[in-house]
């Protein structure tokens, strides 16, 4: 069966590898969960970069860097541990954003209600057409080609995650100086930066600041398209995780400032933000910003959309997926595997309105999930890098984790230990979820358990026709 051409090349710039990595991991939306906990936003942060930022983007870097090839953890993982791994490894990646997504979805219903009509925020039937019109639309986009997808994604980032982002923080930084009463003080006591880890609930939250840096690696499946990868890959992974730690930080706490945290919103609490602001003379405004944190969220969506995918599409080609699932279009993209994710957002929407405890805690209990599945992957990633010392010790890096291979036992090593704490407590329920934990605890178990079974039961079960073999046509005499 012969193969159809594969198109010409797009070469992605580092500038431009920049903004989709960004598209893919900062977002304005964060600002209100990182208010929840005022100046102890900055001890969040700082353990939510010391338990996976740090050991995720130098092993991350490392990886892409010595095999910048299309596919990312998949082969990272294949390479270290044989095909069932890396197919394990690169299905947990892809199939937790199909849960995960519904929690940035949301943030895009609830903001776009905020500026209709805020009652629909509480709707979870008009949340679930949001997810399922944002997805789809998406996922038609990207079946354009990579650059299409890089077009959009830098656009959308620059008019809805930096420039909301910068009017907001420096809104209220001049808010606050024209005289305005701020809600906490503007200079912390030692009381006031400590985490209060009085419970489990409160020791959940911890999550959430993970959560807001867990993607890094993702970018990585788009390495190959890099003009100059094992130069640039590490450059930007830097960039990226600098500018999203500071922003973070800081916007968290100008949302602390100005908005009491009894009134703040998970969904529209940076409307609200916007709100206080401009106040009612520059009212007009705040619809504005609203449309361009929308943009930016989309992008975020868009970016996220041919991510993971992108790696499971090789797996596919290895023969691991049915051939249907390794259908693509004359841009390359893995079309009959959009189209699954797709169904599988929706599947997830509908799970999403089902869920009983109203918005927030449905909000939870999938991003909590999405979570645990997640971390499951990187178990793998950290592991196959270390094994990958040992294996093929000569395969040139262009980024190396410095110490040799105590290094990156230290490195990888830190990275498996705070990645098991961070599953654990991944499966507690987090205080905003006031009812029997019960039922979280068996959703998060169970959930957990059946998302990791299904790639070894695919695997198990492969057709040895799955796999394609193209067939180059003899030279005519």
């Known amino acids: 069966m012969a193969t159809a051409a594969k198109p010409a090349t797009y070469s992605l710039s580092l500038p431009t590898f920049i903004m989709i990595t960004s598209a893919v991991l900062i977002s304005i939306r964060t600002f209100p969960l990182q208010a929840l906990v005022g100046w102890q936003t900055i001890a969040f ?3 939510a970069i010391i338990l996976y930022l740090i050991p995720a983007s130098l092993v991350s870097a490392e990886l892409a860097t010595g095999w910048p090839k299309e596919g990312g953890v998949y082969v990272w993982v294949k390479e270290a541990f044989g095909e069932q791994c890396g197919f394990v490894a690169i299905w947990l990646q892809w199939f937790q954003m199909t849960i995960g997504f519904i929690g940035i979805l949301t943030f895009i219903a609830g903001t776009a209600a905020y500026l209709f009509n805020p009652a629909l925020a509480d709707s979870k039937i008009f949340i679930f057409a949001v997810v399922v019109g944002v997805w789809w639309g998406a996922t038609l986009l990207n079946l354009q080609g990579l650059k299409t997808y890089a077009r ?6 620059i008019l809805g995650a930096f420039i909301p982002m910068i009017v907001l923080i420096g809104g209220g930084i001049l808010y606050i ?20 880890f009085s419970d489990a609930g409160d020791l959940v939250l911890l999550i959430t600041f993970v959560f807001f840096f867990i993607g890094i690696e993702v970018s ?8 100059n990868p094992n130069r640039d890959y590490p450059i930007a992974i830097l960039v990226v995780g600098v500018i999203m730690a500071v922003t973070s930080v800081i916007g968290g706490l100008v949302v602390a400032w100005i908005v009491p945290v009894k009134d703040l919103s998970l969904i529209a609490g940076i409307m609200q933000s916007f709100q206080v602001v401009f106040g009612p003379g520059l009212s007009w405004i705040t619809p504005v910003v609203g449309v361009l944190i929308i943009v930016g969220a989309v992008g975020e969506v868009i970016a996220w959309v041919l991510g993971p995918v992108r790696g499971l599409s090789v797996a596919a080609r290895d023969g691991l997926l049915p051939a249907v699932f390794q259908k693509e279009n004359k841009q390359g993209v893995p079309t009959a595997l959009m189209f699954l994710q797709a169904v599988l957002v929706t599947f997830w929407g509908a799970v999403f309105v089902v869920l009983p405890g109203g918005v927030s805690a449905g909000f939870w209990a999938l991003f909590a999930l999405t979570t645990s599945v997640y971390i499951v992957m990187y178990f793998f990633m950290y592991a196959a890098a270390i094994r990958l010392r040992y294996t093929q010790p000569d395969t040139p890096r262009k980024f190396r984790i410095p110490g ?9 090593g830190w990275g498996i230990v705070a990645a098991a704490f961070i599953f ?54």
């Open 152 to 157: 959009w994604t830098t656009l959308f980032v």
């Open 220 to 227: 990585a499946a788009h390495a190959n398209e890099m003009k």
């Open 177 to 196: 100086w024209s005289g305005h009463p701020v809600l906490i003080p503007l200079i912390p006591s030692a009381k006031d930066l400590v985490p209060r």
């Open 404 to 412: 040799g291979k105590l290094g990156m036992w230290l490195m990888a």
């Open 45 to 47: 942060n700082a353990l």
């Open 424 to 477: 654990v407590i991944s499966l507690l329920p987090p205080t905003q979820v006031k009812e029997d934990p019960l039922p979280f605890e068996l959703f998060m178990i169970i959930g957990t358990i059946v998302v990791c079974l299904i790639p070894i039961a695919i695997y198990r079960f492969r057709k040895t026709n799955w796999k394609q073999i193209a067939v180059i046509p003899l030279p005519v005499a």
